[in-house]
């Protein structure tokens, strides 16, 4: 069995003050519509874990009723840390879950293939990320105003969600953060802790996630074109 566990509990600070960048709408619904469409449609998810800051279950439960999301779902709440709210995600899932699928909220344009082929890769190696390698020249400041120097690019990878593991790895990896007091805002990160190797999985489309206001029109784009590519 594969649970998903879409971590919906954080602020979005970089959004601006007072904005909820999950429930901004993009091509026709709010952005954590889109993402939850995306798992409930994906044929390797058993079910789904929603990690929701608590006092907004209902607007979740109303969104699932609006959009006809049919599957098996839960709504836990999340905790001080994304960590933390991971933790809450995998003490909900069920007892006979092998494998799971975390999931940032303001990811929407994640393809089932991407799902998929983390999935089998976490399969084979314990734990998986959906990556793409680094293209831009990157620099290092000291002072935030001029170059250190620059950075080697070749061995470079931007990580994203999906990230997906076998269940008791990444809960042994997340105890071992715990243990250490570490405060980790990557779940693949924690894997590291426990020497865990983590399969690289590369996006073979874009999968952004929503972080300021710029970012909108590039996914409302890109949501268009899966909408278009989808079998009628």
């Not at 993009?26 to 079910?47: L, Q, Y």
């Not at 874990?49 to 969104?63: A, K, N, Y």
């Not at 042994?172 to 243990?179: D, P, S, V």
């Given at each position: 069995?594969?649970?998903?566990?879409?971590?919906?509990?954080?602020?979005?600070?970089?959004?601006?003050?007072?904005?909820?960048?999950?429930?901004?709408?993009?091509?026709?619904?709010?952005?954590?519509?889109?993402?939850?469409?995306?798992?409930?449609a994906a044929r390797n998810i058993d079910e789904i874990i929603l990690v929701v800051r608590d006092?907004?279950?209902?607007?979740?439960?109303?969104?699932?009723?609006?959009?006809?999301?049919?599957?098996?779902f839960q709504l836990v709440p999340g905790g001080k840390e994304r960590q933390d709210s991971v933790?809450?995600?995998?003490?909900?899932?069920?007892?006979?879950?092998?494998?799971?699928?975390?999931?940032?909220?303001?990811?929407?344009?994640?393809?089932?293939?991407?799902?998929?082929?983390?999935?089998?890769?976490?399969?084979?190696?314990?734990?998986?990320?959906?990556?793409?390698?680094?293209?831009?020249?990157?620099?290092?400041?000291?002072?935030?105003?001029?170059?250190?120097?620059?950075?080697?690019?070749?061995?470079?990878?931007?990580?994203?969600?999906?990230?997906?593991?076998?269940?008791?790895?990444?809960?042994?990896?997340?105890?071992?953060?715990?243990?250490?007091?570490?405060?980790?805002?990557?779940?693949?990160?924690?894997?590291?802790?426990?020497?865990?190797?983590?399969?690289?999985?590369?996006?073979?489309?874009?999968?952004?996630?929503v972080t300021v206001p710029a970012d909108l029109p590039f996914i409302a784009a890109l949501l268009?074109?899966?909408?278009?590519?989808?079998?009628?």
């Amino acid at each position: 069995m594969t649970s998903a566990i879409i971590v919906a509990a954080g602020q979005g600070t970089r959004m601006g003050a007072h904005v909820d960048k999950l429930w901004l709408e993009v091509a026709g619904r709010p952005v954590i519509a889109h993402t939850w469409a995306r798992f409930n449609a994906a044929r390797n998810i058993d079910e789904i874990i929603l990690v929701v800051r608590d006092g907004m279950q209902p607007r979740f439960t109303e969104l699932a009723r609006q959009f006809h999301f049919q599957k098996k779902f839960q709504l836990v709440p999340g905790g001080k840390e994304r960590q933390d709210s991971v933790g809450n995600g995998l003490a909900a899932v069920s007892a006979d879950a092998e494998m799971v699928v975390i999931q940032d909220a303001a990811r929407p344009c994640t393809t089932e293939e991407l799902i998929a082929a983390t999935l089998q890769a976490a399969r084979e190696t314990g734990a998986a990320v959906a990556a793409q390698p680094v293209t831009d020249t990157l620099k290092e400041t000291a002072d935030g105003q001029l170059i250190s120097h620059t950075v080697d690019r070749s061995k470079l990878w931007a990580v994203q969600t999906p990230q997906t593991f076998r269940v008791e790895v990444i809960r042994r990896a997340l105890a071992a953060a715990r243990e250490k007091n570490l405060n980790l805002t990557d779940d693949t990160a924690a894997c590291e802790l426990i020497s865990q190797p983590v399969r690289l999985v590369k996006s073979a489309t874009p999968n952004p996630k929503v972080t300021v206001p710029a970012d909108l029109p590039f996914i409302a784009a890109l949501l268009s074109q899966l909408a278009a590519q989808r079998p009628a």
